[in-house]
């Protein structure tokens, strides 16, 4: 089901489940912030699987509609995990993020999950602010998890966000 919405520069998107389709999109997505970018088929394969949903944002009344944000979440045992999560560019800041991420939460809500869970590098500011502000909170590290060429070796936070 598509959800619209007005973004907070008064800019008119919506949401709609991501499927195979965008597999190329979102991959294409997802090398602007990636240091290993997943490729069209990893996310095909992904999407195919029963466990693993998401949402593409997309800016309604622009022809073909390519997602300009996305998110990737896999509910398995009760408890979610977000696979990753991206917003281009130039669409920052303007609560897409929240958005895409609020969608995961309200269907984990919908399927009674318990808890959902997230890794994110300890330099990553803007993502890290976002899930706070979420409710998410620290409940691990993995030490040297990510490498950058900007930050090299950088820690892993593990988060939960509650969902009951
Ligand atoms: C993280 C990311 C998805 C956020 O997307 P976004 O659409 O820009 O986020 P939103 O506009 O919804 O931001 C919501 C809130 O998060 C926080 N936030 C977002 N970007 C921020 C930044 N650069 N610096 C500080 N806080 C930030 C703010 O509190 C913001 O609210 P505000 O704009 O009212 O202050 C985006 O920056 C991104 O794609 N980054 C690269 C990929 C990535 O790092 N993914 C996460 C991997 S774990």
């Given at each position: 089901?598509?959800?619209?919405?007005?973004?907070?520069?008064?800019?008119?998107?919506?949401?709609?489940?991501?499927?195979?389709?965008?597999?190329?999109?979102?991959?294409?997505?997802?090398?602007?912030?990636?240091?290993?970018?997943?490729?069209?088929?990893?996310?095909?394969?992904?999407?195919?699987?029963?466990?693993?949903?998401?949402?593409?944002?997309?800016?309604?009344?622009?022809?073909?509609?390519?997602?300009?944000?996305?998110?990737?979440?896999?509910?398995?045992?009760?408890?979610?995990?977000?696979?990753?999560?991206?917003?281009?560019?130039?669409?920052?800041?303007?609560?897409?993020?929240?958005?895409?991420?609020?969608?995961?939460?309200?269907?984990?809500?919908?399927?009674?999950?318990?808890?959902?869970f997230l890794e994110v590098?300890?330099?990553?500011?803007?993502?890290?602010?976002?899930?706070?502000?979420?409710?998410?909170?620290?409940?691990?590290?993995?030490?040297?998890?990510?490498?950058?060429?900007?930050?090299?070796?950088?820690?892993?936070?593990?988060?939960?966000?509650?969902?009951?």
């Open positions: 089901m598509r959800i619209p919405f007005l973004s907070s520069r008064r800019r008119e998107y919506a949401l709609d489940p991501l499927t195979v389709a965008d597999a190329a999109a979102v991959s294409s997505l997802h090398q602007e912030d990636f240091v290993r970018p997943w490729t069209d088929g990893e996310f095909a394969t992904l999407l195919e699987q029963d466990t693993v949903f998401g949402f593409a944002a997309r800016e309604v009344g622009h022809g073909a509609e390519p997602p300009v944000g996305f998110v990737l979440a896999r509910l398995a045992a009760g408890e979610g995990e977000i696979l990753t999560v991206a917003v281009a560019r130039t669409h920052r800041r303007q609560g897409l993020g929240w958005q895409l991420m609020d969608a995961v939460l309200r269907n984990l809500h919908a399927e009674r999950a318990e808890a959902l590098d300890e330099t990553n500011l803007a993502a890290l602010t976002l899930y706070r502000r979420l409710g998410f909170r620290e409940v691990g590290k993995r030490p040297n998890y990510y490498r950058s060429p900007e930050h090299g070796p950088t820690g892993a936070l593990v988060m939960r966000r509650d969902l009951r």
